[in-house]
């Protein structure tokens, strides 16, 4: 019984893709996501008073390290080197608009970093907010764009 689906095996059992035979070629993802937060959780964030500390810097970096051990988080995702991981955190009057881009020269692409530095930002930043917005809502994380390998680019809306 041959399977269509490429991450299971002729049994139908759950495997990693071998890539080993794909060209190497840079690719890149680019996520986005967005923390819903109350009004005076945005005022403090402005001001920089959240009482654990600098909260966008605690995310940005989380996220980076999120990017990095995505393979050890999604189980058949292949552990790749990743050659640039940015994060973004822009507050906005309703949360933070948080946006990852991630770099590679490999045999396969990031989306699945990309999305997982998304992630991990909004956890990271709910983590140091939750004392003072319990509510805090991640919404909206999705891929917004892909390059590289056989199917090029890919752009959100296109």
Same mark, same amino acid.
């Given at each position: ?35 819903? =937060?109350?009004?005076?959780? @945005? &005022?403090? +964030?402005?001001?920089? %008073?959240?009482? #654990?500390?600098?909260?966008? /810097? ?56 990309? =999305?997982?530095?998304?992630? @991990? &930002?909004? +956890?990271?930043?709910? %983590?140091?907010? #939750?004392?003072?917005?319990? /509510? ?23």
């Amino acid at each position: 019984m041959g399977s269509e689906f490429t991450h299971l095996d002729s049994k139908g059992a759950a495997r990693m893709v071998d890539v080993s035979a794909k060209n190497v070629s840079a690719r890149t993802a680019a996520a986005s996501g967005f923390v819903r =937060l109350s009004a005076d959780c @945005v &005022a403090l +964030l402005r001001a920089g %008073d959240v009482p #654990k500390g600098d909260a966008l /810097a605690v995310a940005r970096i989380a996220g980076i390290m999120g990017a990095k051990r995505t393979p050890d988080l999604v189980p058949l995702c292949h552990p790749i080197a990743l050659h640039g991981v940015s994060v973004t955190l822009t507050i906005e009057d309703d949360g933070v608009a948080i946006g990852a881009t991630v770099r590679t020269a490999d045999r396969t692409g990031v989306e699945m970093e990309a =999305l997982t530095s998304v992630m @991990v &930002a909004a +956890l990271a930043l709910i %983590d140091m907010v #939750k004392a003072v917005d319990p /509510a805090a809502t991640v919404t909206d994380v999705r891929v917004e764009e892909k390059t590289g390998g056989k199917t090029g680019v890919w752009r959100r809306g296109q």
